[in-house]
């Protein structure tokens, strides 16, 4: 494929493992062994029966007749927010928690924004019994309780980031300084397309059972596996690269990602990363980067934690140099709105970060005659209190 | 790797038969303008190399000690402009080895180059990027540190297989950072019998490089456990410590320097 990784952990210029000598035998040992692990019969028999009978998978594509009226095209939307959990994060969970088994790990770390991941990471480990820890920004903390508690209720401990901004970027400090001085017990398992090699790679396949399905369904739907776009939102970009992923070789299929903008891109409030960033290196990998120009990392801002990241992950800076996806931006406004859109047009309430790809139907040339599939990434629920808050519904 | 510049640091471990004292502070910490200073003093009160840390963001690698140097320090204002601005006197005051430390972001959007540049003209004589991989700094970095006459210092961990020791060995001309045990940056008390036979091994490998120990070295008692097999030891946390408590840096080092080395 003209978009994976090479040998040596880059998309482009873009990736590799950028990480102090203390993990680097913890990111090689992940290294030799994750393509035999996951590609080994037994590991494809748990993940498959666990995604089907645990997940809940495959999710539904689901023809918005409303919508598709609307926006005057056939707009299909894969219902990741019908996942266990509530988002697309626990595909990745439930892989990198059996691999973590069969490299012979009793303890799981993880770092969390909005707490989707850290939630879906706490789930797979009570149902292994796995010992979880889950770094998240105090802030986070604050504005995400009810991912808080839930959490803890399935005996994950959290533990706040106090340090820097106190939001993902520093969960993700955290989570690496915790994995640095436990280095041989413990797995990270790192919630998106992010980090050192072999992550951004091992998470883009794990979620790449959405693409997989999209072809199945759209073809017994209408004929053809290929739809003309597919959109989806970025915020480390897992839940695009997955929807992504079966389609990147073939150039008649439009990829669209949809950065948050926060309160505009010029705001000097804003996640969108494409648009402000330079090539740098954060977490463990050289990629776009949101930095001032002494190489500092900027904090990012957007009403949607899971998007409040100021990277993408190598494989998206790769596809946005190459120009092989498209990427736009929606603020916090626009998202919020086509969230609300959502819900009144087709009867879902999406997460605030999926709604992010559902501002791109405006901003999309479209055609009667085109076949759209948005990934609904998310559910809605966590972000009640925010809708609350925005009010205008 | 054939010996191609001798600079400060090899001239330091050719003639030196005491164990050597590097001691890490954070560029523009406590004040923005004491970073001049404080090498100055640790020279005076015989430290034998100093690592100047260049702060960022998101330190990994680091402790919470080092953190907040690096915090304040980027609050207080520094950067990289300003650090080789304050560096231009160095060798007017300085003659010990002077060494670079940080992550490699601020190095890249400062450009590698005119960073080695200005690494060779006001005389820094190596660098240490912890988050720099061995396999990117061979291929996109050997040969212009080289060029500008820099050294670059690899580190090794209790978890570091022998065979990329030695490769680590070949690929380094100065010294190798050992660090102390699995851990980030920080000050602790004592070292246990797993370091001590991790410090006995690396030493009984017989490597054409000298070692010194890092991370965890705090008082006299440990750093004469750190370099009872090593070459010397490096402080950070502990003299960040005293840094951020000090209000007579030159008598505060004066006093710090001499009780480690005894
Ligand atoms: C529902 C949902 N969608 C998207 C994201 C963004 O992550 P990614 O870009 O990795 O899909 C998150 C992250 O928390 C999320 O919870």
Redesign the pocket.
């Known amino acids: 494929m003209k978009y994976s990784v090479d040998e040596n952990g880059y998309y482009g210029k873009f990736g590799g493992a950028y990480i102090p000598e203390m993990l680097y035998p913890n990111v090689e040992e992940l290294k030799e062994n994750y393509l035999s692990i996951i590609g080994s019969s037994d590991f494809k028999e748990e993940f498959d029966k666990l995604l089907r009978d645990y997940v809940g998978r495959p999710t539904p594509l689901f023809l918005a007749e409303r919508l598709s009226q609307k926006y005057e095209a056939q707009i299909y939307l894969k219902r990741e927010d019908l996942c266990h959990t509530?988002?697309?994060?626990v595909n990745n969970t439930i892989g990198q928690i059996i691999l973590a088994k069969k490299l012979g790990k009793q303890k799981i770390i993880a770092e969390?924004?909005?707490g989707?991941?850290g939630v879906a990471t706490a789930t797979v480990c009570a149902l292994m019994g796995m010992e979880c820890i889950v770094y998240m920004g105090k802030i986070d903390m604050e504005r995400q309780r009810p991912n808080v508690e839930r959490m803890r209720i399935l005996g994950a401990r959290v533990v706040p980031a106090t340090s820097g901004s106190q939001t993902l970027k520093d969960a993700t400090n955290e989570a690496m300084r915790h994995w640095i001085n436990h280095p041989t017990d413990t797995h990270y398992i790192i919630?998106?397309?992010v980090g050192p090699h072999p992550y951004p790679d091992m998470v883009a396949k794990f979620q790449s059972v959405i693409s997989e399905e999209i072809m199945n369904q759209l073809e017994a739907a209408t004929g053809s596996p290929y739809p003309d776009y597919i959109l989806?939102?970025?915020?480390?970009?897992?839940?695009?690269a997955g929807a992504f992923y079966h389609f990147m070789d073939n150039e008649k299929v439009n990829l669209v990602a949809v950065e948050a903008a926060g309160h505009g891109v010029g705001s000097g409030e804003s996640a969108a990363t494409t648009a402000l960033g330079k090539p740098g290196v954060l977490h463990g990998s050289k990629t776009l980067l949101m930095q001032t120009k002494d190489g500092q990392v900027v904090e990012p801002y957007s009403i949607s934690?899971?998007?409040d990241y100021p990277g993408i992950g190598p494989i998206h800076a790769h596809l946005f140099d190459t120009g092989r996806v498209q990427f736009l931006n929606a603020t916090d406004e626009e998202a919020m709105n086509a969230g609300i859109e959502l819900s009144r047009q087709e009867g879902i309430i999406p997460?605030i970060?999926?709604a992010h790809a559902f501002v791109a139907l405006q901003k999309l040339d479209l055609t009667p005659n085109d076949t759209v599939v948005i990934n609904l990434?998310?559910r809605g629920d966590k972000d009640l209190e925010t809708y609350i808050q925005w009010g205008k519904y | 790797m054939k010996v191609t510049h001798m600079n400060r640091i090899n001239t330091l471990f050719a003639n030196t038969r005491q164990k050597v004292l590097s001691v890490y502070f954070t560029a523009g910490f406590p004040n923005i303008d004491d970073t001049l200073s404080v090498a100055k003093h640790l020279e005076k009160a015989g430290a034998d190399i100093v690592e100047i840390g260049m702060p960022f963001s998101d330190p990994v690698a680091d402790g919470p000690t080092i953190q907040e140097s690096n915090k304040q320090a980027l609050d207080n204002g520094m950067n990289l402009e300003l650090l080789f601005k304050q560096l231009e006197k160095l060798r007017d005051n300085v003659s010990i080895p002077v060494i670079l430390m940080g992550y490699i972001n601020p190095v890249i959007q400062y450009g590698v180059e005119r960073f080695c540049q200005s690494c060779e003209a006001v005389g820094v004589d190596g660098l240490i990027l912890p988050d720099l991989p061995m396999a990117e700094y061979l291929t996109e970095y050997h040969s212009t540190f080289e060029k500008h006459g820099l050294k670059n210092v690899f580190l090794i961990t209790p978890q570091t297989s022998e065979d990329r020791i030695k490769t680590v060995d070949d690929n380094t001309d100065g010294f190798i950072y050992m660090v102390s045990s699995a851990s980030t940056t920080g000050a602790q008390s004592s070292f246990g019998d797993e370091q001590k036979s991790y410090f006995e091994k690396v030493n009984g490998m017989e490597l054409k490089n000298p070692a010194l120990v890092g991370f965890g070295i705090s008082n006299r008692t440990t750093f004469e456990q750190a370099t009872a097999y090593s070459a010397g030891a490096i402080v950070g946390s502990a003299f960040i410590k005293l840094l951020s408590k000090s209000d007579d840096l030159e008598n505060d080092i004066n006093t710090f320097v001499k009780e480690l080395k005894g």
């Open positions: 509530g988002a697309h994060k969390t924004g909005a989707q991941h919630g998106s397309v989806a939102c970025v915020g480390g970009g897992s839940n695009a934690a899971g998007l997460a970060e999926s990434s998310g």
